[in-house]
């Protein structure tokens, strides 16, 4: 059965840091792609920042230069590292693990919330 589980959400204050971490199971880690996705309310979902099993990261415009992501494949673990954290990151974090060859295999984690607050 495959888990993912993320930790590390919280409340913090404009300009404070976070470190969100998602722990697999079930899956072989490091043949995966590792994704953070978050979904404010009333909004969509949207890609944060992905680590394709190779190493190659990608972040979306609004979080380039404030998050860092990284994954520890002998720990089956992806992190993000936030900082300068802005009201406008409030959301709920989500975990993705996506097979790097059968996208198919597609799994999320339940999510974590991330307030920033004023």
């Known amino acids: 059965q495959v888990q993912l589980v993320e930790s590390g959400g919280g409340l913090v204050q404009i300009g404070g840091s976070l470190r969100l971490s998602c722990a697999a199971s079930g899956i072989f880690f490091s043949n995966y792609d590792m994704g953070w996705y978050r979904q404010a309310p009333g909004k969509q979902r949207e890609l944060v920042a992905r680590?394709?099993?190779?190493?190659?990261?990608t972040y979306a415009d609004s979080v380039k230069g404030r998050f860092t992501i990284s994954r520890d494949n002998a720990k089956n673990t992806v992190y993000l590292q936030m900082n300068s954290l802005k009201v406008e990151d409030t959301a709920v974090y989500y975990c993705n693990a996506k097979h790097r060859l059968r996208r198919d295999l597609d799994y999320w984690g339940q999510g974590t919330q991330v307030t920033v607050s004023s």
């Open positions: 680590i394709t099993s190779g190493g190659t990261t």
